[in-house]
């Protein structure tokens, strides 16, 4: 398990665990990273970035629908992982970046930053993250460049044989909202959720990508419950595991509750190659 920020009612805050995602995840093929479409910048109205005051314990990264950003206490890795987290603002994994000085993982930054016209709500989130890509070329200068690396995944497939699981096809009607996963520790409940959104989910939970490989489309409703692990149960106050589940490991409540199975593996996964960054010029 593993602390990094995770989309809270849209702020995150480091050290919470996802375990509820709303809506519908937009389809993109596992291991890419969503480019902007051709022809089109992002970018905010007004922006201050600033060092961060030495004795700042509190680390926040929150961003709200009206296109505003606000930042404290983080470093420039994290700002990277969440402008280049597919679908934003989940944060690409570690090991997907690398290069870059030695300070873009000590130094720590406070962000402000709005446009004056709030985006299309549809596509807010994904927008934000375009424009924080746009803020860090221009007052870091970074420059990044995309190449695919074998790394360690798990892909959730389908398990053999008949199985009887929670795992059902949804008819839930999720044009109004309402629909995908919310959780507690040790527990997922699916309503109108694809196995895209799953993965996404199961990988917070794993700390490794999982690609969805069942092969099975359209949207689900079920249930998953499993022994949450010491550090997942740590961050929320020292929860215990669901009734019933004290020794189910998450790899055997997916394979038992849903017929479905993690498998590990490796796959080449798109990563992001620091070749330059520099600290930010004073306001």
Known sequence: MHTRPIVSG??????????????TAHAQEPGRILQPPAGTVYAFDAASVKPSAP????????FQPTGSLVVR??????????????????PLPDERIVGGP??????????????????????????????LRTLLADRFAVRVRFEPRPQPVYTLVRTQGPRRTTLRVSERECTKGG????????????????????????????????????????????????????????VFGGATAPDGQAGASIFTAIKEQLGLELRGTR?????????????????
């Open 179 to 234: 629909c995908g996963i919310s959780g507690a520790p040790g527990r997922f409940e699916l309503r109108g959720a694809t196995l895209d959104l799953l993965s996404l989910s199961l990988a917070e939970i794993v700390g490794r990508p999982v690609v969805n490989r069942t092969g099975l489309t359209g949207a689900f409703d079920g249930a998953l419950e499993w022994a949450p692990s010491p550090e997942e149960a740590a």
């Open 73 to 90: 206490n983080q470093t420039l890795r994290l700002l990277l992982a969440m402008a280049y987290g597919t679908p934003f603002p989940v």
């Open 267 to 283: 796959l080449p996964l798109e990563t992001v190659v620091v070749t330059h960054a520099e600290p930010p010029a004073p306001d």
């Open 10 to 23: 849209g702020a995150l805050l480091v050290g919470v665990i996802l375990l509820a995602s709303t809506g």
């Open 102 to 131: 030695t300070w873009l993982a000590a130094a720590r930054f406070a962000v402000d930053a709005r446009v004056e016209r709030p985006p299309d709500p549809a596509t807010a989130g994904r927008d934000i993250g375009f424009m």
């Open 55 to 62: 004795d700042e314990r509190m680390r926040v990264f929150d």
